[in-house]
């Protein structure tokens, strides 16, 4: 399979370089200042134990010929430009007919759960990962990937439930690239708890340890006793607490 790369930054750029580094076609989208730099000098990475130069196809977005029916779009980019990026990518002409938005997997690789509804409106195959990639992108051509011994571990499923060969193949190739990529059929419910941590771990850096957790706690507590009364209020409203005779 080929690879689009929809924002080389930290992320992407660490998918892209090591997959291309496979043995994988790979092309890199980004803009401004870090796509002259991949156009002029190829994205550099470096991890712990190396570093590795890809001199990769770059381009701005999908105003080039055609795209190989084998391609697999991965969405990379900051959750705010998610609706821009896949509109633009949805309607690119595939080889032999049709669009990649009918045709093409899409691949999101993103932080959030608000994507994936995104997606589905304009693609007909989505595949959620949930992404733990220690990574920074801070000039432009060069990414640090910090983690060790596998710079990340890319859980992959399709959207809105299940996995599928793609899902499957995109495991396959990530695997062989270093990653660490179970294929999930509950991916979302893997994205839902990373969301929850990430909450979590705001609260530890405004209050502290232990108060973050006595308030992560207080927090459940109190969201279990307001769904269990709504779920009663429902029950009843609904005739469900009369008894019959």
């Known amino acids: 399979m080929r690879y689009v790369i929809i924002g080389a930054g930290a992320v992407g750029g660490t998918i892209g370089v090591l997959l291309a580094d496979a043995g994988h076609d790979v092309t890199l989208v980004a803009r401004g200042a870090h796509l ?3 156009r002029e000098r190829g994205l550099t990475l470096r991890t712990p134990e190396r570093e590795v130069t890809g001199r990769l196809p770059a381009v701005a977005g ?3 010929p055609p ?3 084998d391609t697999v779009l ?3 980019v900051k ?3 998610t609706v821009a990026a896949l509109s633009a990518w949805a309607d690119a002409p595939v080889e032999g007919g049709g669009t990649a938005g009918e045709r093409l997997p899409v691949v999101l690789a993103q932080n959030g759960v608000a994507n994936e509804p995104a997606a589905l409106r304009r693609f007909a195959r989505v595949h959620p990962v949930c992404v733990w990639l220690p990574a920074t992108h801070l000039e432009p051509g060069l990414v640090v990937a910090n983690g060790h011994p596998h710079p990340g571990m890319l859980h992959i499923g399709r959207y809105p439930s299940g996995a599928d060969d793609t899902s499957r193949a995109v495991a396959a190739d990530l695997t062989a690239a270093g990653f660490v990529a179970p294929v999930r059929d509950d991916v979302m419910r893997w ?6 941590a990430n909450l979590g771990n705001g609260l530890q850096a405004l209050l502290g340890r232990g108060r973050a957790r006595s308030a992560v706690e207080a927090g459940t507590r109190r969201g279990r006793g307001g769904a269990r009364r709504r779920g009663h209020r429902a029950h009843h409203s609904r005739g469900g607490g009369r008894r019959t005779r």
């Open 62 to 64: 999908p105003d080039g």
């Open 67 to 69: 795209l190989p029916a």
């Open 191 to 196: 994205k839902y708890g990373k969301l929850l």
């Open 74 to 76: 991965v969405l990379t």
């Open 79 to 81: 959750s705010q430009d």
């Open 36 to 38: 002259d730099a991949l």
